[in-house]
């Protein structure tokens, strides 16, 4: 059970982050023709195409993305529990599922800070993917810049950013403890 499970899980958390990778490109108005763009575009529009018929955009926020996310966790939860001979609770997988997006975003954030920081010491000119880091990451990162401008040539903004969101996971990790989620 534990290999059907580690491939279940593995496969809708990798299509959970091209999901939010899609909420997110929205919101920060990244470049729609960049490669790594379109292979998102790609790979979520089968799904969210239809789902847009019915459900609006919000502004920038793509609501038919959103929910396409928390209909990926759902149904990853239900195959575990059936895997897993567990019941079923509708509300209580809804609220998990929206915990989990929202953690699995925070997940992908600190991943593209690490990954932005690292390619930054190697980057030699244009490099879509770099290119889309930057775009993604920049409106967390400019706020901290402001008040803490680079000192001598070091950007101390990514390691700020993610040290203010391991103090968060943390406390929140603290007040909302793993049981009441389950």
């Known amino acids: 059970m534990n290999a059907f499970t580690f491939l279940i899980t593995t496969l809708f958390d990798l299509y959970l982050m091209v999901v939010i990778l899609r909420i997110w490109l929205q919101l920060a108005r990244a470049d729609f023709y960049n490669p790594f ?14 789902m847009r ?4 955009s919000i502004g ?14 759902m149904v990853k939860l239900l195959l575990i529990s059936l895997i897993a001979g567990g019941g ?8 998990f599922a929206v915990v989990s997006v929202v953690k699995q975003a925070g997940v992908l954030l600190f991943w593209m800070l690490i990954i932005r920081a690292i390619l930054s010491w190697f980057n030699q000119g244009y490099n879509p993917i770099v290119m889309i880091m930057d775009q993604l990451t920049e409106p967390f990162l400019a706020p901290v810049r402001r008040i803490i401008p680079p000192i001598g040539g070091l950007d101390l903004s990514v390691m700020l950013v993610i040290i203010a969101m391991n103090f968060i996971n943390m406390l929140l990790a603290q007040y909302i403890p793993y049981w009441a989620i389950i």
């Open 37 to 50: 763009s379109q292979f998102v575009v790609k790979a979520t529009h089968p799904l969210i195409a239809p």
């Open 53 to 56: 018929r019915v459900l609006p």
């Open 60 to 73: 920038r926020f793509d609501s038919a993305s959103f929910v396409l996310a928390i209909l990926v966790v």
């Open 88 to 95: 079923l609770n509708i509300l209580l997988f809804l609220v």
